[in-house]
């Protein structure tokens, strides 16, 4: 079976390395804006173009593109291409949730181990969770060529697996995408991320990686 994870909720913490990330582009740029607040509104229009634009662009377009608009909304002098560059040459150093590592090496003695996430594989390959997964189970937008939550990236990640996949997810898009989608979920509890109140509810949620263990051998086929 494999277990797919999400890269920045169940993995990274994406919010707190995002932040350090634009706080030390806002001091660079001289932007008078926190650098929570430059994440925040870069993420949730990423997100948003990720989700409603009808065909597939490279996760960095998304990205520099959404930086674009939180410069013009923010009245932010900038040059989106350098900044955006900047941005994601940081990834590497965004941090992983405390339990990742030990829990990943737990799951990884019984299942394939796997990534499904919205980037493209140079962005995945200088994140810290590159050497914790086969590059094989790794199952970027670049590669499936659709972005969470269309329900085409979770129908050709279960293709690429021969069916026989599990998502863990934290994000309220991610759980929501998954399972309208017909793929089996575990939501992992992670800080900031709840579900979806408008969407359905997955069956199963667990608080910490190394928890998984017991809760896939029931859905691990017999």
Not at 16 to 43: E, I, Q
Not at 142 to 150: C, D, Q
């Amino acid at each position: 079976m494999l277990v797919t994870f999400d890269l920045f909720s169940a993995l990274v913490d994406s919010r707190s390395g995002g932040s350090t990330a634009f706080t030390g582009l806002a001091d660079a740029r001289g932007w008078p804006v926190a650098g929570a607040t430059l994440y925040d509104d870069w993420d949730a229009r990423n997100k948003a173009s990720q989700r409603d634009l009808p065909e597939w662009v490279p996760f960095r377009e998304h990205c520099r593109r959404a930086l674009a608009g939180t410069c013009a909304a923010l009245g932010l002098p900038g040059d989106p291409d350098a900044d955006v560059d900047a941005l994601l040459d940081t990834v590497g150093r965004w941090p992983l949730w405390p339990d990742v590592v030990p829990g990943l090496a737990d799951v990884a003695r019984l299942h394939r181990v796997g990534v499904l996430s919205n980037v493209d594989d140079a962005v995945f390959a200088r994140s810290p969770v590159a050497g914790l997964a086969d590059d094989a189970a790794v199952l970027t937008s670049e590669r499936l060529r659709a972005y969470k939550p269309s329900p085409e990236i979770y129908r050709r990640a279960r293709q690429a697996a021969g069916g026989d996949l599990v998502h863990v997810a934290s994000s309220a898009r991610d759980v929501r995408g998954a399972l309208e989608a017909g793929t089996r979920v575990v939501r992992l509890r992670r800080p900031g991320h709840g579900l979806d109140p408008e969407g359905p509810a997955p069956d199963i949620e667990v608080a910490a990686v190394a928890d998984l263990v017991a809760v896939l051998a029931d859905l691990a086929p017999r």
